[in-house]
Structures are given as structure tokens and as C-alpha cells.
């Protein structure tokens, strides 16, 4: 058998998860498609949809198409303030998708149990351990833990203190799968010696050959460097905005115009907060797919995270995924 120790560390993850390595690509909008995802679940992993601000009837058709080219399990990601959400868990339930990942928040009253009703299992986000414990009481299936220096949205504490932190508290409950920052196999490996029971990345998969972003995009990634990947400054106390980790360009100054220009509105009193912070989301939704699709790296978002200094070439997922499982390997078998 192939990576014995990583296996043996990994058999909670890939019992849970159905797969070979306890290793998802992370859900991250316009890059997580039928292609990317079925392709890291056909290596092995577990690809997991970004459903972002898709419809009912265009997530209908993302499941259907990856459910074409792969016969392995993935999961969908579903951002809990979509205004679709219980329409969108149906929609899974009717395609019997076997993981759901809630993203972007407490899980909305009701939806758990929709979620359950379907059969699937429910992994959600802990950014905190108060939140991690809430969750366990609420009957989720998993939790991923991510820090901050993961690319996309990011809540404020490093992945190494929340792994601290979180894994002795509730990893002997649940599974619990660790995200940010991760780039190499040795890192995998120390997570998993703390009690994960796998872990998630995004930025790692995002110039994979099957990824469908942009030359421009991957090659932006492949000239950056951990610093380059910076947290987006929030210019108006009064307006959460969740901060976004992407590499620097002309679009991070437009975000702060554009938070100016909310706020303003905000001002004169012609906005509802709710309404305000979903009009910056939609910018976000707008700036990346403009960046990941239209390959306009220089007005566009480049969400990514700090291991982005360690995406240097295109390689297909399943090689990706192999070179992960022999650097954790060597380092477990040391
Ligand atoms: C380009 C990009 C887009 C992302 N979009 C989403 C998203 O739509 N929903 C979500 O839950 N997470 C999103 N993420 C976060 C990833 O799912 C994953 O948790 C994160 O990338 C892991 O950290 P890493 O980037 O350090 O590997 C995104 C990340 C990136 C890099």
C-alpha cells in the first residue's frame, strides 16, 4: 500500500469524505467547477463545488455536468446568505449529493435540517472556538477550521493558533479538517499529527491543468509571493466588510473606493446596512470573475492565499495531489 502512515493519520478524513486522501480543493467561486472538481476527486481527493451566487437551475446543471465526469463523491458549497438557500439545499437533494459545505456564517434557522432530510452530511466553518462548540451542539457532520491566511474571505486568527486551539477542544467529536496557509505536504502532516482529520486548500489547486481560470490569472500566481497576497482594509467602521485576501492590483484600490461609495450612501441614509453589505459581496463576486474569466488581472480580484509563493507551474490535480501525499508520507515516516 501506497503513503501507509498518511492513510492510517487520514482514515477518519477519508471515511467521512469517501475518498483516497483526506484532501479537499476548498469551494472558490468561478475556479471550482465541473473541471477542477471533478478532477481532484478522480486523483483522489474531494472536490467541492462553489455554488456562490448561482441559481437553483445553474447549480442544477454544475452537479449534473460534474456527475458526467466523475463517478467519485464531491461536495457543494452553499454561502448561507443567498437568498435561495433552502431552493439550493433541494436542488442538492434531488441530485443526492452526499457533502454540503455551509459557508459565510451561522447556518440560517432551518437549514440544517433541510440539509439532513436530504441524506447529506453538513461540514461547516468554525473561525473561532466559541463558534466550533456551537456547532458541535447543532449536529453538524464536520468542521473546517481556516485562518487567515487563506485567499478569498478570511476571518482574523492564523491557522496555526486555531489549530492549537480548536483540535484538542473538539477533534475527538467530529472530524475536523484544517485550511490557510497550506502548501506543502509537511504541513499536512503536522496538522494531522495535531488531531485533523485532513485538510482543505484552495490556493494550491487554483493553476491546476483542469482549473479553468485564466492563463493570466495562473500566471499572475505563478510570479507572486507570499507578501504579495494581502487582507483588504475595511475604511469605514460602521460597514462590516469581511476582509478578502487577494494579490495587490489596481482592483485592491478600487474595493476601497468602492467601500467609500457605500458608505456614502449609507450617509445619506438611501441604504439598509443588510442591502450594503450584500452590494460589497456582489462587488467581490464581480471583481473575481472578472480576473478568474475575463483574465483582467489588473482591474479584477486575485483572491489568493500566502502559499501562493508555492504555486510555481501548472500540474494536473492528480499530480498535485500526489507530490502533497509523498511530502506528508516522508515527513510521517521520519
Ligand atoms: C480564488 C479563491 C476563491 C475562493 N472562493 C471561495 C468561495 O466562493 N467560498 C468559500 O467558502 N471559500 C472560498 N475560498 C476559500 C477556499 O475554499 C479555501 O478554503 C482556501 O483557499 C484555503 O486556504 P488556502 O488558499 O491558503 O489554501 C476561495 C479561495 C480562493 C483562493
Not at 3 to 16: A, Q, V
Not at 53 to 59: D, G, H
Not at 180 to 187: E, H, L, N
Not at 232 to 261: C, H, M, W, Y
Request: charged content about 20%; glycine content about 10%.
Amino acid at each position: 500500500m501506497t503513503h501507509p502512515n498518511l492513510r492510517r493519520l487520514m482514515s477518519r478524513g477519508t471515511d467521512f469524505l469517501g475518498c483516497d486522501y483526506a484532501i479537499m480543493c476548498g469551494a472558490m467561486s468561478w475556479v471550482s467547477e465541473r473541471h477542477l472538481v471533478s478532477a481532484i476527486s478522480n486523483a483522489g481527493g474531494f472536490g467541492v463545488i462553489a455554488c456562490g451566487a448561482m441559481t437553483p437551475e445553474l447549480l442544477d446543471k454544475e452537479i449534473a455536468a460534474t456527475k458526467e465526469h466523475t463517478i467519485k463523491p464531491f461536495g457543494v458549497n452553499l454561502i448561507t446568505m443567498h437568498p435561495d438557500l433552502m431552493e439550493l439545499i433541494a436542488v442538492c437533494g434531488r441530485h443526492k449529493v452526499t457533502h454540503i459545505v455551509l459557508a459565510g456564517g451561522l447556518p440560517p434557522r432551518g437549514s440544517i435540517d433541510a440539509i439532513r432530510e436530504t441524506g447529506a452530511k453538513i461540514i461547516c466553518f468554525a473561525p473561532a472556538l466559541s463558534l466550533a462548540k456551537k456547532l458541535v451542539r447543532t449536529g453538524v457532520d464536520a468542521l473546517v477550521i481556516e485562518g487567515m491566511e487563506a485567499g478569498g474571505h478570511i476571518g482574523p486568527v492564523s491557522t496555526s493558533v486555531l489549530a492549537q486551539e480548536i483540535l484538542p477542544e473538539v477533534a475527538d467529536q467530529l472530524p475536523v479538517f484544517v485550511a490557510g496557509g497550506i502548501g506543502r505536504g509537511r504541513a499536512i502532516a503536522s496538522y494531522l499529527e495535531m488531531g485533523a482529520a485532513g485538510v482543505q486548500l484552495g490556493t494550491r489547486f487554483v493553476c491546476a491543468t483542469e482549473s479553468i481560470a485564466h492563463e493570466n490569472f495562473k500566471k499572475a500566481f505563478f510570479r507572486a509571493s507570499a507578501r504579495d497576497a494581502v487582507a483588504s482594509v475595511q475604511v469605514d467602521p460602521r460597514l462590516p466588510v469581511i476582509p478578502v485576501r487577494a494579490l495587490k492590483n489596481k482592483g485592491t484600490e478600487a474595493f476601497t473606493a468602492k467601500q467609500r461609495e457605500v458608505a456614502a450612501t449609507l450617509d445619506e441614509e438611501k441604504l439598509e446596512m443588510s442591502e450594503a453589505q450584500l452590494q460589497i459581496e456582489h462587488y467581490w463576486a464581480g471583481a473575481l470573475r472578472r480576473a478568474v474569466i475575463d483574465g483582467d488581472v489588473e482591474n479584477g480580484s486575485l483572491m489568493a492565499g500566502q502559499s501562493v509563493g508555492m504555486v510555481t507551474k501548472e500540474e494536473t490535480a492528480a499530480e498535485i495531489i500526489a507530490a502533497l501525499a509523498n511530502e506528508a508520507e516522508t515527513a510521517l515516516a521520519r
